[in-house]
């Protein structure tokens, strides 16, 4: 689209540089050394969604990178999951550990774009370091919210407090490496707007978490 700022690493066309950077981490893997290890923000994360085991839920995960969280969703019990990522080959090796782990039939990787969901709906969308990929996060809010019954979960660098204050330089170094190797650009957005637009829609912060400079929150319809 016209109006994509050069800069936006997540906007409404896929930027290569995304698919780049993690195609490179990822092409070359040989899961006979098993799969990529879960971060520890994503495993706070699923240390706050293990309820899966009583609600079987539906689940959709933007930014679903190699598949971990998801096939980790439905070891607890999912009843199916879709993961959508930028990136092929972290679509191809999360396929390759959905059937690793036995389940193929349950779960669904497509590369794609997160704001391309807003026809869908599950019972949990998940957005695990997903949000500081994108410029203007509210169109993704906009599509997750349309998409989620029930559920959303996100994870996103902090930006309130002494966490908000060392973050924000620390992210924009990073940003200055970047231009100079080709990466792509991470943003730290203002978590009270994050959080109030999801209360607009109807949402309810259930739980939360930190890892390090990170915020995991979990937050239910109703």
Known sequence: MGDRESDDCCGPEIDPRVARRFDRSWSDWD????????????????????????VRPTVLEIGCGTGGLIVALLEMGAREAKGVDLSP?????????????????????????????RDEAYDWVVLDRVLCCDRHPDRMLDAVIGAARKRIAVSVPESRGWRGLLNRPLW????????????????VHDLRQIERRLAGA?????????????????YDRG
């Open 31 to 54: 899961e006979a050394e098993g799969f990529p290890p879960m971060v520890d923000v994503s495993a706070r994360l699923l240390d706050r969604l293990r309820d899966a085991a009583l």
């Open 89 to 117: 080959a972290s679509i191809d090796l999360a396929r390759r550990r959905a059937t690793a782990a036995g389940f193929a039939e349950h779960a669904v990787f497509e590369v794609g774009q997160g704001a391309a969901v």
């Open 172 to 187: 924009a170094a990073e940003y200055a490496w970047d231009r100079l190797t080709g990466g792509c650009r991470g943003y």
């Open 202 to 218: 109807g949402f309810r912060r259930v739980a939360t978490d930190r890892a390090g400079l990170w915020f995991v929150g979990v």
